[in-house]
């Protein structure tokens, strides 16, 4: 299907990212950070569900979401398409904005239908609605096991010649 938004025009393959999106709803993190994320996200940013919709995925069912805070995240969001005309801005919605990010230019691994590019959700600030205290909950980023992971995945993608 093709979708143009903004000065945007994509080739999204809608049911094979709503298939994908349903894989990660159900199997979702539980921390109470993405806890909180999902419980929060459609009545802080109204628009941008109907937005991610268009393309096939949901606004509570991010491929990666990072809390820079208890409350400020970033998600992301993959796609299955590909981008036929890149536009002059990122796309907005809201209060917020959208990266839009080739496959090649992400950070991590998906098991997204290929080809994919990824929209990014720029610093989304949203209320703490749970019941449990934000201070004392952890954020798995913050665990031992996820910074080796992560480590890990830096040195095996890093050109061998800045590894000493």
Not at 51 to 78: H, I, K, N, Q, W
Not at 87 to 113: I, M, N
């Amino acid at each position: 299907m093709i979708i143009s938004i903004q000065d945007w025009i994509f080739d999204v393959d809608v049911d094979a990212t709503a298939n994908y999106c349903s894989d990660v709803i159900a199997d979702p993190c539980v921390c109470g950070y993405c806890r909180n994320f999902r419980s929060a996200v459609k009545e802080a940013y109204p628009s941008l569900d109907p937005l991610l919709s268009r393309f096939g995925s949901r606004v509570d069912a991010p491929e990666e979401l990072m809390p820079y805070e208890p409350t400020v995240f970033e998600g992301s969001y993959c796609i299955s398409g590909v981008i036929l005309k890149t536009g002059t801005e990122e796309l907005r919605c809201d209060k917020c904005s959208l990266s839009v990010l080739t496959a090649e230019q992400t950070d991590y691994e998906t098991a997204c239908p290929r080809p994919y590019f990824v929209l990014r959700t720029n610093s989304l600030e949203l209320p703490w609605v749970l019941a449990e205290d934000m201070d004392e909950v952890v954020s798995p980023a913050n665990e031992p096991e996820y910074l080796e992971r992560m480590w890990d995945r830096l040195l095996q993608n890093a050109p061998e010649s800045t590894i000493n």
